[in-house]
């Protein structure tokens, strides 16, 4: 809604200043004209043909001013419509069902929260949805999953994955609630891992209304493009990092392996050149 308010005003204003140049360029071809008329009768048909070029050329601008004009008016009024909220862009928790936003300066000023709070404030939670059941409301700031530190919305559904991969369904969330700690021990299934969120249902999600200078409806409107493409791309994500976990604790497991090994020749040199000694003693 916002941004069509914007857009339209940004229009009325593209379509005042194409009035206002083709009105300018009118003006300037009746000026031509007029002397065009009034000399035409006291030059020489080689000067009546010098001053059609200019009448010409300023014919041709009117003709691109009027083509061009609406089209540019257009694109700058889209070009000029970036969000007005000032906060970061929200995501998608699919091992939550609930719209999280990265905690930053301006999500602790806009929100009041207790400076130096970290990891990701619930937006929004799904009715009936995952966090919904597990006692995780609006307003809350998730700081820690399992252990392991919060620091963007991507990384709560990581951290779930992980255990669900693992066969753990119980996960601790460590969360900020008005600044004081909630521990909240969760229940988190595969099955509702992956069950499908609707995101055209995003907007009608239950929402902190305590911060009455911010309107939750007005900002999904603003941020639905990115809510969409998020989501989208949230479980390729997730499996990119796990990915590249596994690979970073293979290449750890190989390591450790190749220390064993030298550990286990060093020994096996010691013990050979204890039995020589023992060899020639016995000599």
């Not at 497991?253 to 096996?268: C, N, R, V, Y």
């Not at 050979?272 to 003693?281: L, Q």
């Given at each position: ?248 604790s293979d290449e ?17 040199d010691g013990d ?10 016995e000599e």
């Open positions: 809604m916002i941004i069509n308010r914007r857009c339209s005003l940004s229009n009325t204003h593209a379509r005042e200043d194409h009035l206002t140049l083709v009105q300018r360029i009118r003006d300037i071809l009746k000026i031509d004209c007029y002397f065009s008329h009034s000399m035409q009768s006291q030059h020489a048909p080689v000067e009546k043909k010098a001053l059609k070029t200019p009448y010409n050329a300023l014919r041709a601008l009117l003709i691109i001013a009027n083509i061009t004009s609406p089209l540019t008016g257009y694109s700058a009024a889209y070009a000029a419509a970036p969000p007005t909220h000032g906060l970061p862009s929200p995501q998608l928790s699919k091992a939550l069902d609930a719209l999280l936003l990265p905690v930053n300066k301006a999500v602790i000023k806009k929100f009041k929260l207790a400076k130096g709070e970290h990891g990701v404030l619930v937006l929004s939670v799904k009715k009936g949805g995952i966090a919904d059941k597990q006692g995780i409301k609006p307003g809350d700031v998730l700081s820690e999953v399992h252990g392991h530190k919060v620091h963007k919305p991507v990384d709560v559904d990581i951290a779930v994955s992980r255990d669900l991969k693992a066969g753990k369904s119980d996960i601790a969330f460590a969360v900020l609630r008005d600044g004081a700690p909630v521990a909240v021990a969760a229940v988190i299934t595969l099955e509702e891992y992956n069950e499908a969120i609707s995101v055209t249902e995003v907007s009608s999600w239950e929402s902190d209304t305590s911060e009455t200078s911010f309107s939750y409806s007005e900002y999904v409107s603003e941020e639905t493009q990115t809510i969409e493409s998020s989501y989208e791309s949230e479980e390729t994500t997730v499996e990119e990092a796990m990915t590249q976990e596994e690979s970073s750890e497991t190989s390591d450790d392996s190749s220390e064993d090994e030298g550990d286990d020749d060093a020994g096996d050979d050149g204890g039995d020589d000694s023992g060899g020639d003693s």
